[in-house]
């Protein structure tokens, strides 16, 4: 804080040149009356908001991870809670989590885990028809929340589960596979982001959050799964479900890359038998045994695979060579690149992209 604070001026149409009536900082106390104690700068607002009976920041808090775990808030319009919002669906429940979550200390930890072990978030996603009809948005939560995850949670799954996923924490934004030219059209002449070129190595491997944003040419795999743009900040997400996104899963070289990284963590980790192997990728993914007939109609994709790379070795060192990451020279080639087509499906399942 300035020890003599900067003095602002209401703005004639927003022009800085234009000043009016002077103004200074104070909270809105329209929301909650002001701490008689606190001063009007930022430390003063951070109190405000959090004190005890403060009407929104909780409720607010709580809303969104409650959306978070189960795909829609309480309040629907979790961006909004003014009078153009969506009154709450159980707002006792609200008020109760709000409650509790200041009493613990805004333990987030502990909050979360009061919700994901909750009889009403492990409930079953199965529905019957009568309980469609008549809740089709499962806004009474009368089962349990499906939902498509996030563009950022389904790269950053696919990566980990492959054993690619660097998991260090900060440094510089990174450039993974885009398609090639992809900046060209919209860049400015003598811009540092005219052309797009790629990172290697760990840097192909960050998490998400870590992907240089162009804003106007954002990351393909992204926006394709409805990353929001970044222009403004977006509390609530659109989700959709087109062919597009089956497209990137079944083509882009990053999921196919952890596909063949995975296949090779299924070859050596996975047992003996291709019995074993499967049983140990549907639980590395999906957390789950795979049925009698999952198991029969996987072994038949992988004995046609197998007769298929067999006969022909330099397609199946072709297939091979999607990624940079390098390729475990130890595992026959004709029998990884079979594995990959498995492990491949098996992250294309909309299970394995779907909560619920």
């Known amino acids: 804080e300035r020890k003599k604070p900067r003095q602002a001026h209401i703005l004639e149409r927003g022009q800085y040149t234009e000043k009016r009536d002077k103004v200074a900082s104070r909270i809105p106390e329209w929301i909650s009356p002001p701490l008689a104690e606190a001063q009007d700068n930022r430390l003063g607002l951070a109190q405000w908001l959090v004190k005890a009976d403060h009407p929104l920041t909780s409720r607010v808090t709580v809303n969104r991870y409650w959306q978070q775990l189960f795909g829609t808030g309480?309040?629907?319009?979790?961006?909004?809670?003014?009078v153009q919002g969506e009154h709450p669906?159980?707002?006792e429940l609200l008020d109760w989590l709000a409650l509790d979550f200041i009493e613990s200390g805004w333990n987030v930890k502990r909050f979360l885990k009061s919700l994901a072990m909750s009889s009403t978030y492990r409930q079953s996603?199965?529905?019957?028809?009568?309980k469609l009809a008549l809740d089709p948005e499962n806004r009474l939560l009368a089962r349990g929340s499906r939902f498509r995850l996030d563009a950022e949670v389904i790269r950053d799954q696919a990566l980990a589960i492959s054993n690619l996923l660097v998991d260090r924490t900060g440094g510089e934004s990174v450039k993974p596979y885009q398609p090639a030219g992809l900046w060209k059209p919209v860049a400015f002449g003598g811009s540092n982001t005219q052309e797009f070129k790629q990172d290697s190595g760990d840097k192909l491997y960050r998490r998400s959050?870590?992907?240089?944003?162009?804003?106007t040419s954002p990351p393909p795999s992204m926006t394709t799964f409805d990353a929001p743009d970044r222009e403004t900040c977006q509390v609530r997400r659109a989700r959709t479900n087109?062919?597009?996104q089956a497209l990137v899963l079944m083509n882009d070289v990053q999921f196919f890359e952890a596909a063949r990284k995975f296949a090779e963590r299924v070859l050596r980790e996975g047992g003996v038998t291709p019995e074993q192997r499967l049983q140990f990728a549907f639980r590395s993914v999906l957390s789950r045994h795979p049925?009698?007939?999952e198991i029969a109609s996987m072994l038949g994709l992988l004995q046609d695979q197998q007769a298929e790379y067999g006969a022909n070795p330099d397609e199946a060192k072709k297939l091979l060579g999607a990624g940079e990451s390098p390729r475990d020279e130890?595992?026959?080639?004709?029998?990884?690149?079979a594995w990959t087509m498995v492990t491949h499906l098996i992250l294309n399942l909309s299970e394995t992209v779907t909560k619920g």
Not at 74 to 82: I, P
Not at 125 to 130: D, F, G
Not at 209 to 215: A, D, E, I, N, V
């Open 330 to 337: 130890t595992l026959p080639v004709s029998e990884l690149a």
């Open 74 to 82: 309480l309040v629907k319009t979790s961006e909004d809670f003014g």
């Open 125 to 130: 996603s199965r529905v019957t028809p009568e």
């Open 242 to 244: 087109t062919p597009l």
């Open 89 to 91: 669906s159980h707002p």
């Open 291 to 293: 049925a009698q007939d």
């Open 209 to 215: 959050m870590y992907t240089f944003w162009k804003r």
